[in-house]
């Protein structure tokens, strides 16, 4: 689930979008009396850049449409046998893109991201 903000870099034909987060989840097992089922918290932050370039106010200069932003999150892994884990969370991500200008206007945007998920994973 998400929200689309009206930043620039949305619906331009031929555009793409790069993300890279890094998750940090804090994993608290004795909140639950069920040794199978294991709660965390996620604390994270985002970079997104955009291959859209655009002027730099008052230059000839041009840059990559950018955001910096953070992720907070609540799930819980359960733990299947020695090799798998299920997991399911809720994540809240908010991005700030950096502020495109020129003579004529000034364009500030931000996301609010909702995203609901569920997953497996294999462990080694």
């Known amino acids: 689930m998400g929200e689309k903000s009206a930043n620039p870099t949305g619906g331009l034909k031929g ?12 994993t608290a097992p004795t909140l639950t009396q069920i040794d199978e089922i ?37 799930g819980s892994y359960y733990y299947l046998n020695d090799n798998v884990n299920l997991f ?10 950096n502020k495109l200008s020129n003579n004529w206007y000034e364009i500030e945007s931000t ?3 909702k995203k609901l998920y569920i997953g497996a994973e294999y462990l080694f």
């Open 15 to 26: 555009s793409s979008l790069t993300s890279l987060s890094f998750n940090w989840n804090i």
């Open 38 to 74: 294991i709660p965390y918290f996620r604390f994270g932050i985002n970079y997104s850049i955009s291959d859209n370039k655009y002027y730099v106010r008052g230059t000839r200069d041009k840059e990559n449409y950018s955001a910096f932003g953070f992720i907070l999150g609540i």
């Open 88 to 97: 399911a969370g809720f994540d809240y991500a908010y991005r700030k893109w």
């Open 111 to 113: 996301d609010k991201i």
